[in-house]
């Protein structure tokens, strides 16, 4: 790990992807949500946040600070719109996670985070904190950002440690204080981080200016999902899905969460 390591720039060829994730974790796509579907996206994704809010439905996570109000998630985005079905299954998002880490796969959750005006950071972690060290030589899962607004170093960008997925644990001692560098990318881009990467959520150090990102995080079959999909999906998603839905949902299984012995739906 390197903390002068640069980003990859972005780019739209997926062989490249592959290569910037290897060696930096992470890749930046642009313009892969433009024109109306981005503008009714974000739309979605605030009136959602709005609706938490006025109702007292606001989410938090353990590894924000306690003392930071400015920073809204909003869980279970899947059934909130049809729209972020698009999102969770977007073909490019799949092709990175069989690719990255491997298939079958699960979808474990897909939230969406909304930094305000002097918003605090967040814990610098990794998304697979939950898998027990040594961590296996491949990452356990896979994270796709969403940009439904400008990510930049004054709004809260996502901050990452390029190169730390090489060291293949959780930081240590004042690695935790490491600032990272501000993933900028416009609206629109998706922003892919493997599960081994550090990352956090940055100060917004703006007057005035929200960065709203929905994150799909994907894992591994052998993990339990972070959303229990059974009990909070909205029935239309599972009665028209996919074959590769239901089982990025866990409605279809092998080896792993079967009824007498066999995968049914």
């Not at 439905?57 to 279970?76: F, H, K, W």
Request: hydrophobic share 40%; with cysteine; proline share 7%.
């Amino acid at each position: 790990m390197n903390q002068k390591d640069v980003l990859p720039p972005p780019t739209r060829a997926f062989e490249q992807m592959l290569a910037d994730i290897a060696e930096h974790g992470m890749a930046i796509v642009p313009e892969v949500l433009t024109g109306t579907i981005l503008a009714r996206t974000r739309a979605a994704l605030y009136a959602a946040a709005e609706s938490d809010r006025t109702r007292g439905r606001e989410q938090r996570l353990l590894l924000d600070y306690p003392e930071d109000t400015s920073n809204q998630r909003v869980a279970n985005v899947l059934s909130r719109d049809p729209l972020f079905e698009d999102l969770a299954f977007h073909p490019l998002a799949i092709d990175l996670l069989k690719a990255v880490v491997g298939w079958p796969a699960l979808l474990s959750n897909l939230s969406a985070n909304i930094t305000g005006p002097g918003g605090g950071e967040m814990v610098l972690h990794a998304d697979q904190l939950f898998v027990p060290e040594p961590w296996p030589a491949r990452p356990q899962g896979l994270n796709v950002g969403w940009c439904l607004d400008d990510f930049t170093s004054a709004n809260g960008a996502t901050r990452i440690v390029p190169g730390s997925h090489r060291l293949n644990r959780m930081p240590l001692g004042t690695e935790s204080q490491l600032q990272g560098v501000p993933v900028e990318a416009p609206a629109g881009s998706m922003i892919v981080f493997e599960s081994r990467l550090w990352h956090k959520t940055g100060n917004n150090i703006t007057n005035s200016d929200k960065r709203a990102g929905v994150f799909a995080w994907y894992s591994s079959p052998i993990y339990r999902s972070q959303e229990n999909w059974f009990l909070s999906l909205r029935p239309e998603i599972r009665q028209f899905a996919s074959e590769e839905v239901l089982i990025l949902l866990g409605y279809k299984a092998s080896g792993f969460g079967v009824v007498n012995g066999a995968s049914i739906v």
